[in-house]
């Protein structure tokens, strides 16, 4: 028997490659769309990959079955619960694929979505009767539990998903032996979850000891304790779910048509119509200068992720990259299915050296500068953005700031601010930003910081995009205001 496991750590995602050494056969299971490294892999050991799996309906990336279909004429295998436009093999319940050293055998595990399956992997030539490991998908992580409540817009209730949850855990995992090896699908800094460790395998046993979901209680306790606290889902998530139950063109064939380059005069006649301009250099050197009206979301980051919250899948994407990087940046926007990028700037920001005039610079502070323009006191407090109960809300979430003051927006999420944060400074989420950003006041000062200057970036572009005109962002966000050692305070204290 032979197993690998395959780690993007962008999107915290894991694939596996199986093979039965014997008859020299392979099984691909929650791919990647770019499945160069399978097809590696399986040549070099001589496999040939005849099945790939879906372990649900992924809703953070675009899996690479028909990928691998096409290339090598897989057989597609879903859960039996799963409704698909392609051909695939239903698995039921006690299903299994068998060959002469390894077995693989189906478990329905509904409840971070209801087609959720997992796969029980047997070595036969060690031990026919007792699995080696189990490939848990987004049902059982490392830590953690599948979130239910992703699937709301196809129909199905935290609640009710929730339930199936707890039964497929309760009958289905937890019965296996203490040293069956957990493979999840995802890691930490996935959004599939809330909780998800580092680690990228574990047992059983480990699981049964530490994993909080897993710890004795009722359905109706279960279900609450995993449908609270979960972070912000992308907007691409459904349409993510979506287009892996469709039938869609191969990355290979989306990339063709991306990698074109583009004069600077094509690219202007784009971004005056519904064209996206996409900045994926690194922060520092978007800071320094870039196309005015561009967006930033360095490919140095959490790129796939922030480019399928803040981008509109259906409106054509312009790259500008460094000259080399293009096609990394059309094969991670590829991963989510953001296959509408007519092409990228010829040159880089070098096609813009005959034209100035077109380009901006984001100004930046540091930590201890924006400290000073805020008036900070020696008490910790902020002169600039004292606590104003009685001023308007920004879409709900209260502007903490003197109404002449600027808006420290701290785009970090929830919890992130509650552990600590400037003292008045307002919390809007990245993820929340394009929708709330018309409740932000156009007429004051805006200070934008995030942990350390990634998001931020993101966020000062799409401010200056929508027509801010007074956006300063902090640089090296809330790492850089600590190494400062200038105050903060935590949603605790902040109440008392």
Same mark, same amino acid.
């Given at each position: 028997?032979?197993?690998?496991?395959? &780690? *993007?750590?962008?999107?915290?995602?894991?694939?596996?490659?199986?093979?039965?050494?014997?008859?020299?056969?392979?099984? $691909?299971?929650?791919?990647?769309?770019?499945?160069?490294?399978?097809?590696?892999?399986?040549?070099?050991?001589?496999?040939?990959?005849?099945?790939?799996?879906?372990?649900?309906?992924?809703?953070?990336?675009?899996?690479?079955?028909?990928? *691998?279909?096409?290339?090598?004429? /897989?057989?597609?295998? *879903?859960?039996?619960?799963?409704?698909?436009? &392609?051909?695939?093999?239903?698995?039921?319940?006690?299903?299994?694929?068998?060959?002469?050293?390894?077995?693989?055998?189906?478990? #329905?595990?509904?409840?971070?979505?209801?087609?959720?399956?997992?796969?029980?992997?047997?070595?036969?030539?060690?031990?026919?009767?007792?699995?080696?490991?189990?490939?848990?998908?987004?049902?059982?992580?490392?830590?953690?539990?599948?979130?239910?409540?992703?699937?709301?817009?196809?129909?199905?209730?935290?609640?009710?998903?929730?339930?199936?949850? &707890?039964?497929?855990?309760?009958?289905?995992?937890?019965?296996?032996?203490?040293?069956?090896?957990?493979?999840?699908?995802?890691?930490?800094?996935?959004?599939?979850?809330?909780?998800?460790?580092?680690?990228?395998?574990?047992?059983?046993?480990?699981?049964?000891?530490?994993? &909080?979901?897993?710890?004795?209680?009722?359905?109706?306790?279960?279900?609450?304790?995993?449908?609270?606290?979960?972070?912000? /889902?992308?907007?691409?998530?459904?349409?993510? /779910?979506?287009?892996?139950?469709?039938?869609?063109?191969?990355?290979?064939?989306?990339?063709?048509?991306?990698?074109?380059?583009?004069?600077?005069?094509?690219?202007?006649?784009?971004?005056?119509?519904?064209?996206?301009?996409?900045? $994926?250099?690194?922060?520092?050197?978007?800071?320094?200068?870039?196309?005015?009206?561009?967006?930033?979301?360095?490919?140095?980051?959490?790129?796939?992720?922030?480019?399928?919250?803040?981008?509109?899948?259906?409106?054509?994407?312009?790259?500008?990259?460094?000259?080399?990087?293009?096609?990394?940046?059309?094969?991670?926007?590829?991963?989510?299915?953001?296959?509408?990028?007519?092409?990228?700037?010829?040159?880089?920001?070098?096609?813009?050296?005959?034209?100035?005039?077109?380009?901006?610079?984001?100004?930046?502070?540091?930590?201890?500068?924006?400290?000073?323009?805020?008036?900070?006191?020696?008490?910790?407090?902020?002169?600039?953005?004292?606590?104003?109960?009685?001023?308007?809300?920004?879409?709900?979430?209260?502007?903490?700031?003197?109404?002449?003051?600027?808006?420290?927006?701290?785009?970090?999420?929830?919890?992130?601010?509650?552990?600590?944060?400037?003292?008045?400074?307002?919390?809007?989420?990245?993820?929340?930003?394009?929708?709330?950003?018309?409740?932000?006041?156009?007429?004051?000062?805006?200070?934008?910081?995030?942990?350390?200057?990634?998001?931020?970036?993101?966020?000062?572009? *799409?401010?200056?995009?929508?027509?801010?005109?007074?956006?300063?962002?902090?640089?090296?966000?809330?790492?850089?205001?600590?190494?400062?050692?200038?105050?903060?305070?935590? #949603?605790?204290?902040?109440?008392?």
């Amino acid at each position: 028997m032979f197993l690998k496991q395959y &780690y *993007l750590g962008c999107l915290a995602h894991a694939s596996y490659l199986l093979a039965d050494e014997a008859s020299r056969t392979a099984i $691909v299971v929650d791919p990647q769309r770019d499945i160069a490294q399978y097809l590696d892999d399986a040549e070099q050991h001589g496999f040939a990959i005849r099945h790939v799996f879906l372990t649900h309906f992924h809703a953070d990336f675009v899996a690479g079955h028909l990928e *691998l279909r096409d290339r090598c004429g /897989a057989a597609i295998h *879903l859960g039996a619960r799963g409704q698909a436009e &392609y051909a695939f093999v239903p698995m039921r319940d006690g299903d299994s694929l068998t060959f002469p050293g390894l077995r693989l055998q189906v478990l #329905e595990t509904p409840g971070h979505t209801i087609e959720s399956i997992s796969i029980v992997v047997y070595d036969t030539a060690r031990d026919p009767d007792r699995p080696c490991a189990v490939l848990t998908g987004d049902t059982l992580f490392i830590g953690d539990v599948g979130r239910p409540d992703l699937r709301a817009s196809l129909g199905w209730s935290a609640a009710d998903l929730g339930a199936h949850l &707890y039964d497929s855990l309760q009958n289905k995992l937890l019965p296996l032996p203490d040293a069956t090896l957990v493979y999840p699908a995802h890691g930490a800094g996935s959004l599939c979850g809330k909780n998800l460790s580092s680690e990228t395998v574990s047992t059983m046993g480990e699981q049964r000891r530490f994993n &909080y979901a897993l710890r004795p209680m009722s359905r109706e306790q279960f279900v609450a304790l995993v449908t609270a606290d979960q972070p912000d /889902a992308p907007a691409y998530f459904t349409y993510d /779910a979506v287009l892996n139950t469709r039938e869609r063109p191969t990355l290979e064939a989306a990339l063709d048509h991306a990698l074109h380059p583009m004069a600077l005069h094509e690219v202007l006649r784009l971004s005056s119509g519904e064209a996206q301009i996409l900045d $994926v250099r690194h922060p520092d050197l978007y800071a320094r200068g870039h196309l005015a009206g561009s967006i930033s979301i360095g490919l140095d980051g959490q790129f796939a992720t922030w480019a399928g919250t803040v981008l509109d899948q259906d409106r054509p994407i312009v790259l500008i990259a460094a000259p080399g990087r293009e096609a990394e940046a059309a094969t991670r926007l590829g991963r989510i299915g953001f296959d509408r990028i007519a092409g990228y700037l010829d040159g880089g920001m070098e096609a813009l050296a005959a034209r100035p005039e077109l380009v901006v610079a984001s100004e930046r502070l540091s930590a201890p500068e924006v400290a000073e323009e805020l008036g900070l006191h020696p008490d910790g407090s902020v002169a600039a953005v004292c606590a104003n109960p009685a001023h308007p809300s920004l879409g709900g979430i209260p502007i903490r700031a003197a109404a002449a003051g600027p808006v420290v927006l701290d785009v970090r999420t929830p919890r992130e601010y509650a552990a600590k944060h400037i003292a008045g400074s307002t919390n809007l989420p990245l993820s929340r930003l394009r929708e709330q950003i018309d409740h932000i006041p156009r007429n004051r000062r805006v200070f934008v910081h995030c942990a350390g200057g990634y998001r931020s970036s993101i966020a000062a572009s *799409l401010l200056a995009r929508h027509g801010f005109t007074d956006v300063t962002e902090m640089a090296g966000g809330l790492a850089a205001w600590e190494a400062a050692q200038l105050p903060l305070v935590a #949603e605790a204290a902040a109440a008392t």
